[in-house]
């Protein structure tokens, strides 16, 4: 089992930054891939980032590559998503989740664990 907590969500302006973290605890946590997703009031939950257990490769969704960067310290049992140059559209609850079995893949049914979610408004 893994315990997924999200934060760093909040309300900023068009064009500005947000870093998100994502803390786990339970099993090793370097034995997870991890990714992020978002889901928007009405309509479906989106793949944003992904990273793979040693943080050495990652996968973006085409409309968040070049803007948002998904890293990990395991050391310190967290993700985190930098997410710069953010858009009104952008705005969502972000979740993070981690799968046992390896692959970077953009299917929220194939991740295990899942967090609350972080909110996050921009505002034009």
């Known amino acids: 089992q893994v315990q997924l907590v999200e934060s760093g969500g909040g309300l900023v302006q068009a064009g500005g930054s947000l870093r998100l973290s994502c803390a786990a605890s339970g099993r090793t946590f370097s034995n997870y891939v991890v990714g992020w997703f978002r889901q928007a009031p009405g309509k479906e939950r989106e793949f944003v980032a992904a990273?793979?257990?040693?943080?050495?490769?990652?996968n973006y969704a085409d409309s968040m590559k070049g803007r948002f960067t998904i890293s990990r310290d395991n050391a310190k049992n967290t993700v985190y998503l930098q997410m710069n140059s953010l858009k009104p559209e952008d705005t969502a609850v972000y979740y993070c989740?981690?799968?046992?079995?390896?692959?970077?893949?953009?299917?929220?049914?194939?991740?295990?664990?899942w967090g609350q979610g972080t909110q996050v408004t921009v505002s034009s």
């Open positions: 990273i793979n257990r040693s943080g050495g490769v990652t």
């Open positions: 989740a981690a799968r046992w079995s390896p692959g970077l893949g953009m299917n929220p049914y194939e991740y295990d664990y």
